[in-house]
Nanobody, 115 residues
Framework: QVQVVESGGGLVQAGGSLRLSCAASGIMFSILDMEWYRQAPGKQRERVAIINRAGRTIYADSVKGRFAISRDNAKATVYLQMNSLRPEDTGVYYC?????????WGQGTQVTVSS
């Protein structure tokens, strides 16, 4: 059974940093494309960052230069380092495991950035 678990969310002041983790089990991690999404209250879910199985990354314009996605295949974990956080970064952050046409979502972790 595939399991995806996010952690690392919390409350942080504007300008601060936070690192999210996403651990996947029950699936061959090294061949996966991994994605981070976020959803603010009343808004559409936004894709924040992608790291594919080769380690190549793509970022949303809103987080370029501030966020960094990385992966550790040995630990079957993907990370999202978030720096220079802003109140508009507030939302529930979700990890998505993507393989072909299949997607496996985590439960989400809340990130709240105070002004």
């Amino acid at each position: 059974q595939v399991q995806v678990v996010e952690s690392g969310g919390g409350l942080v002041q504007a300008g601060g940093s936070l690192r999210l983790s996403c651990a996947a089990s029950g699936i061959m991690f090294s061949i996966l494309d991994m994605e981070w999404y976020r959803q603010a209250p009343g808004k559409q879910r936004e894709r924040v960052a992608i790291i594919n199985r080769a380690g190549r990354t793509i970022y949303a314009d809103s987080v370029k230069g501030r966020f960094a996605i990385s992966r550790d295949n040995a630990k079957a974990t993907v990370y999202l380092q978030m720096n220079s956080l802003r109140p508009e970064d507030t939302g529930v952050y979700y990890c998505n495991v993507h393989l072909n046409d299949r997607n496996y979502w985590g439960q989400g972790t809340q990130v709240t950035v105070s002004s």
